[in-house]
């Protein structure tokens, strides 16, 4: 059974950077089936988008996010990350990771998520 | 990039009811749209994918609709166990993006 687990520090200062990691268990990272991704949901807002990666490498991301964002894959250990440069207040969410199974099924299988607060 | 917009933002329903969740692209997604349920706490629940597909596991009362740039989110015959954000996402294209959301309370 596909099993994802977000980790990475709960708490970070402002300006500085947020590094998360999704730890894929029970399926393979580097199959040719699947994208993997990162969604967030800030305090009082909705769910949003952050990018993509494929296995290969290949990324995809939030326009309004692109500047700060880079997605990585480590196909050694089963595991993709999230780094977030220069964060504010406004960074502060739950950060999600996902599995897409493109073109048909969007996030269909969900880490259950790791609240990240920005603050000194 | 697509805009999604959700209306209503909030709607209030009595057990049993049946209840409408609208989702309007800001171009054509041809049928490319996804239903989310968000419990606080809780991962996202991937409802319907392809506008009108539904994922497995989910309760038949759950249906989607629609093409292009309109779809709707219904839901048969509330329950109590129903209540939470949903929310709609367009994957037309590598960029994906969500609608606002739509939190649903029962009377």
């Known amino acids: 059974q596909l099993q994802l687990q977000e980790s990475g520090p709960g708490l970070v200062k402002p300006s500085e950077t947020l590094s998360l990691t999704c730890t894929v268990s029970?399926?393979?990272?580097?199959?040719?089936?699947?994208?993997w991704g990162w969604v967030r949901q800030s305090p009082g807002k909705g769910l949003e988008w952050i990018g993509s990666?494929?296995?290969?490498?290949?990324?995809y991301y939030n326009p309004s996010l692109k500047s700060r964002v880079t997605i990585s894959v480590d196909t050694s250990k089963n595991q993709f990350s999230l780094t977030l440069t220069s964060v504010t207040a406004a960074d502060t969410a739950v950060y999600f990771c996902?599995?897409?199974?493109?073109?048909?099924?969007?996030?269909?299988?969900w880490g259950q998520g790791t609240l990240v607060t920005v603050s000194s | 990039d697509v805009r999604m917009t959700q209306s209503p933002s909030t709607l209030s329903a009595s057990v049993g009811d049946r209840v409408t969740i609208t989702c309007r692209a800001s171009q054509s997604i041809s049928n490319w749209l996804a239903w989310y349920q968000y419990k606080p706490g809780k991962a996202p629940k991937l409802l319907i994918y392809k506008a009108s597909n539904l994922e497995s596991g989910v309760p038949s009362r759950f249906t989607g609709s629609g093409f292009g740039t309109d779809f709707t989110l219904t839901i048969n015959s509330l329950q109590p166990d129903d209540v939470a954000t949903y929310y709609c996402q367009q994957y037309n294209s590598n960029f994906y993006s969500f609608g606002q959301g739509t939190k649903l309370e029962i009377k």
């Open positions: 996902a599995r897409d199974s493109p073109p048909l099924v969007p996030y269909a299988n």
């Open positions: 029970g399926g393979s990272i580097s199959s040719s089936d699947y994208y």
């Open positions: 990666i494929y296995y290969s490498g290949s990324t």
